[in-house]
């Protein structure tokens, strides 16, 4: 038996992040700026098709994570001096929370019409606020059980798996290409690939090992899929209030 996933020294993971300094500033100067347009497109897109973007399980997930990680501003300067892998993301997680949370927002906003246009809106959000508060229990029990204590392996689950396969059931159901962008599966992708890179060089032993290999070129196939099936569905139709396309009428 081995030791279990995130079997690795976080005092020995900081030192190799010291130790690659250059490479990994590299990949997260480039995993960042992707981060952001996956969101920002996600929210422009929302806007102006009035129709939620983001998969709403995968936004209620990356509020735990980045929420949870930026709440531990005190235990990252006294455990860990402040390091600057450390203090980089928590200042980049704060935007992404509340970029995170809008998309939220907009789920409630417009889900209602194509989900639940039975119920209303007041008993939708309420739905959807209990939802996300559900997904954090789940969310403590995985990082309990992940003993991830610098997110290293949950910020590389989290850069794919929480958005991934939702965004496929989505275009799937909606028969379209309503809410959807190529260029936000590109990013996930390349977030994907870029955080991963790290992950293999300052804990080769376990991003190295089978069975995140096999996670890493399953979702990075996934996004290519989901990027075919974009391009292979009609764009949104203009009369999708009417039904159109699998999105229901108010």
């Not at 929420?67 to 300067?77: D, I, K, M, N, P």
């Not at 939802?131 to 392996?153: E, M, N, P, R, S």
């Not at 300052?202 to 996004?223: E, G, I, K, R």
Request: aromatic share 18%.
């Amino acid at each position: 038996m081995g030791q279990g996933l995130a079997a690795y020294d976080p005092i020995a993971v900081l030192a190799a992040f010291d130790a690659n300094k250059a490479f990994v500033n590299d990949c997260l100067l480039f995993a960042l700026p992707f981060t952001f347009i996956y969101f920002v497109l996600g929210i422009r897109i929302a806007i102006r098709q009035q129709i939620y973007t983001v998969p709403y399980l995968g936004c209620a997930f990356f509020v735990w994570h980045d929420g949870g990680f930026s709440a531990l501003y005190e235990h990252w300067q006294n455990v860990y001096h402040w390091h600057w892998w450390l203090a980089r993301w928590e200042y980049s997680l704060m935007g992404t929370v509340a970029l995170e949370s809008f998309l939220i927002w907009q789920f409630i906003k417009y889900g209602r019409r194509e989900l639940m246009p039975e119920t209303s809106p007041v008993r939708f959000g309420t739905l959807a606020v209990l939802g996300t508060l559900g997904l954090g229990a789940f969310w403590w029990l995985l990082k309990v059980a992940l003993a991830d204590d610098l997110y290293l392996i949950s910020f590389v689950i989290t850069a794919a798996f929480p958005a991934v396969p939702f965004h496929t059931g989505m275009i799937l159901r909606r028969k379209s290409r309503a809410g959807q962008s190529v260029w936000m599966q590109i990013s996930v992708l390349l977030v994907h690939i870029a955080m991963s890179a790290i992950g293999m060089t300052v804990a080769p032993s376990f991003f190295l090992a089978p069975p995140f290999l096999t996670y890493f070129v399953a979702m990075a196939l996934w996004s290519l899929v989901n990027i075919w099936l974009i391009l292979s569905y009609p764009p949104l139709p203009k009369d999708w209030r009417a039904g159109v396309g699998g999105v229901a009428a108010a």
